[in-house]
């Protein structure tokens, strides 16, 4: 709970995955994928209830190993390739209500990022807290310092280089001059319950960005990003000393 508002933390893990089959309970640093969103908000000081939505009974039971419950399968229909995360979050939402529970807040912890901490989350819940005047959602969010659009190039049917914007290579900003930009990277969704409902997603005119460091925003789309997160976990420690 914070400042009065209790907060419920959905975790989504269907059975179904093209890229990398069963990867919602594919082993990452000894526990399954799915762990570790839970094990975040559970790690919260603020998370007043962690559930697990699925379709399938053994990811529940998964779940449930790692501590949080679940009350409820999710319906097939909200666990296809073409089922939005908001989707799957109002049912929750919807069905918890009709057993006489309701949450100030919720919180979307996605399997995919499994690098995002209780910390992060209580974090982004104290900056949405302070800033009720302008918002009612954050979202986690990450520089672009990489690949930041003014140096994207396209090639030619002759497969020629040029630059995706006008102008010629020489014309290109140095990395320091470019402005600042920022990707949505999934990193976690939280937002005021009732404006979620009433704006039927968690990206609005009223949503604030948590910015994340960029070893926290990698996301586990096939194995290579299993292979890359494996790495920071075991040399979280380092990282971690280089940023301080």
């Known amino acids: 709970m914070i400042e009065g508002k209790s907060v419920v933390a959905i975790v989504p893990a269907r059975r179904g995955s093209k890229g990398l ?17 839970i094990a975040a908000a559970k790690a919260s000081r603020y998370v007043d209830r962690v559930i697990i939505s699925t379709d399938c ?29 908001v989707s799957l979050v ?14 100030g807040y919720v919180v979307l912890l ?17 900056t949405l807290g302070c800033q009720r005047g302008v918002a009612d959602a954050i979202v986690g969010v990450s520089s672009l310092a990489a690949a930041h659009p003014a140096f994207a190039v396209r090639i030619t049917g002759a497969g020629l280089l ?17 402005e600042n930009l920022y990707a949505l990277d999934g990193s976690l969704y939280i937002s005021d319950t009732k404006a979620l ?8 005119d009223r949503t604030l960005a948590f910015v994340t ?32």
């Open 162 to 178: 040029r630059p995706l914007t006008d102008g010629t290579f020489q014309a290109l900003p140095r990395r320091q001059d470019v």
């Open 57 to 85: 009974p053994e990811f529940a039971a998964i779940g449930v190993e790692a501590g949080a419950d679940a009350p409820f399968l999710r319906p097939r229909e909200l666990a296809t390739d073409t089922a939005t995360s």
């Open 110 to 126: 996605e399997p995919t990022s499994p690098l995002t901490e209780g910390d992060d989350v209580d974090g982004a819940l104290e």
């Open 213 to 244: 460091p960029r070893w926290k925003a990698f996301e586990v789309d096939d194995l290579v990003d299993f292979i890359c997160i494996e790495a920071i976990i075991a040399n979280r420690n380092r990282i971690m000393l280089a940023e301080a």
């Open 21 to 37: 089959p069963l990867k919602n309970i594919r082993p990452l640093g000894g526990k399954p994928l799915l762990a570790w969103p």
């Open 197 to 204: 409902i009433q704006k039927n997603s968690f990206y609005h």
């Open 90 to 103: 109002l049912h929750a939402l919807e069905t918890l209500a009709a057993a006489g529970e309701s949450y």
